[in-house]
Nanobody
């Protein structure tokens, strides 16, 4: 009943920026938290950033000071502004939403940082 649409991935040079977007739609709901995870080849999926309904944020140590997560509760969207990108940021990024204790995942968007 909930669909997540992700956009904004692509190829950038080291030091560049990208902005990821995720929109949740399909039902009337209240989102408890939204966030972004990423999975690099051969690695487990890991938390990048999360923001709760109340606006509390959590970031992975590796992205603190470079990434900023934000949300629009009225539109059920979450954004991830990624600055000063590094090659190690290369991964598939997945949007996650938590609605009434249930977790939903987007299909993933590729982010590649390379010169």
């Amino acid at each position: 009943q909930v669909q997540l649409v992700e956009s904004g991935g692509g190829l950038v040079q080291p030091g560049g920026s990208l902005r990821l977007s995720c929109a949740a739609s399909g039902s009337q709901f209240s989102i408890n938290a939204m966030g972004w995870y990423r999975q690099a080849p051969g690695k487990q999926r890991e938390l990048v950033a999360r923001i709760t309904r109340g606006g509390f944020t959590t970031y992975a140590d590796s992205v603190k000071g470079r990434f900023t997560i934000s949300r629009d509760n009225a539109k059920n969207t979450v954004e991830l502004q990624m600055n000063s990108l590094k090659p190690e940021d290369t991964a598939v990024y997945y949007c996650q939403v938590i609605i009434a204790t249930r977790t939903y995942w987007g299909q993933g968007t590729q982010v590649t940082v390379s010169s």
